[in-house]
C-alpha cells in the first residue's frame, strides 16, 4: 500500500499518506517505551484516522502548505524522541541502552587496521559521602558537571554514557592506546581541579578510572567493560583519584600518580570495590 501522494509546497516532490502514517506510529512506539502514554495514544489514533481516511478512497484533508508543514513537525518529534530514548534523564549523557547497542555496532562495523577501541569506566569517588553531607540536589548537580567535564575534550567519534549510579563510561573508538590513557588522565584533573566549591562550600570532587585498550577486530564489548572495571577497582585501591590500565601486562597509573603510587593487578574482579 502506497499512500496517496500529496505534492509538498515550494519542492513539488510527493508526499504519500503512507508516510505520514509511518511517522505517526513511529512516534507512538517510542513515547510508549518512554511510559508517555497519553502521547502515545494521540500518535496511534492519528495513525489509525489516517489509514481510515486513506480506505475511504481518495481525498486532499490539507492545503500542500499545511500537510508540509504537518510532516516536517512530525519528523522533529519524531528526532526529539528518539534522542530522548537514549538519554539519561538527569545528566543528559547517553544511557545504557545506547551504550549497549553502539559497542556492537562499533565492534561489527570496525575496519581494518583501525586504531582500536578504547573504553574508560569512570566512577566518582565517595560519592556517598557528597550525597550524605551536601544532600542529593548537590549530588544531582555534581553528576551534571561531572558529565559536561568527562565530554569537554572528547573525539569527534566519541561519547559518553551513564552505566549507572555514579558510574560513566567514556567510549573513545579509532584510538591508540597512549592518546586514549592521556585523554581519560585530562578528563580526571578537569574533575580534580573544577571549583566545587561554587557548587557547594567545602565540596571536593574526584573522580577513579579503569581503562581498557583493544583492537577493534579483537574487542568484545561485555569482556572490554569487565577489563575496565578490575582496572578501576586497581585504581581505586591504590588511593583513588586515579586512571588505571595496562601496559605489557601490568597494570600502571597514569600520570603524576604514576611516579608516587604503586598498584598490583587484580587477578580477578572483585565483587565490591572501594567506594
Known amino acids: 500500500m502506497t499512500g496517496l501522494p500529496y505534492p ?65 513537525q512530525l519528523r522533529r518529534e519524531h528526532a526529539e524522541a528518539r534522542e530522548q530514548a537514549i538519554r539519561d534523564a538527569l545528566t543528559a549523557s547517553y544511557n545504557r541502552r545506547y551504550l549497549d547497542q553502539r559497542l556492537v555496532a562499533l565492534v561489527e562495523q570496525s575496519p581494518g587496521g583501525a586504531a582500536g577501541l578504547a573504553v574508560a569506566l569512570v566512577d566518582l569517588d565517595r560519592f556517598k559521602l557528597v550525597n550524605d553531607t551536601f544532600g542529593h540536589h548537590v549530588g544531582d548537580r555534581v553528576l551534571q558537571r561531572v558529565v559536561t567535564l568527562l565530554q569537554d575534550d572528547l573525539p569527534e567519534a566519541g561519547f559518553c554514557a551513564r ?36 557548587i557547594a562550600a567545602g565540596l571536593r570532587v574526584t573522580v577513579s578510572i579503569g581503562l581498557a585498550h583493544e583492537p577493534l577486530d579483537t574487542a568484545s564489548p561485555e569482556e572490554q567493560l569487565h577489563r575496565a572495571d578490575t582496572l578501576l577497582y586497581d585504581a581505586k585501591r591504590a588511593g583513588r583519584n586515579a586512571v588505571a590500565y595496562l601496559l605489557d601486562g601490568q597494570t600502571r597509573l597514569a600520570g603524576a600518580a604514576g611516579h608516587r603510587r604503586s598498584v598490583s593487578s587484580s587477578a580477578t574482579l572483585t565483587p565490591r570495590r572501594p567506594m
Open 163 to 198: 552505566y549507572g549510579g555514579e558510574e560513566f563510561v567514556l567510549v573513545l573508538p579509532d584510538l591508540a592506546a597512549t592518546p586514549a590513557v592521556e585523554l581519560a588522565e585530562s578528563a580526571r584533573m578537569r574533575v580534580e581541579r573544577f571549583a566545587w566549591d561554587s
Open 8 to 72: 509538498v509546497a515550494d519542492t513539488g516532490a510527493p508526499v504519500h499518506t503512507q508516510d505520514l502514517i509511518a511517522l505517526h506510529e513511529s512516534i507512538a512506539e517510542l513515547l510508549a517505551r518512554r511510559g508517555q502514554w497519553r502521547q502515545a495514544y494521540e500518535h496511534a489514533r492519528q495513525a489509525l484516522d489516517l489509514v481510515a481516511t486513506q480506505r475511504a478512497g481518495p481525498s486532499l484533508p490539507l492545503i500542500p502548505e499545511q500537510f508540509r508543514e504537518e510532516v516536517d
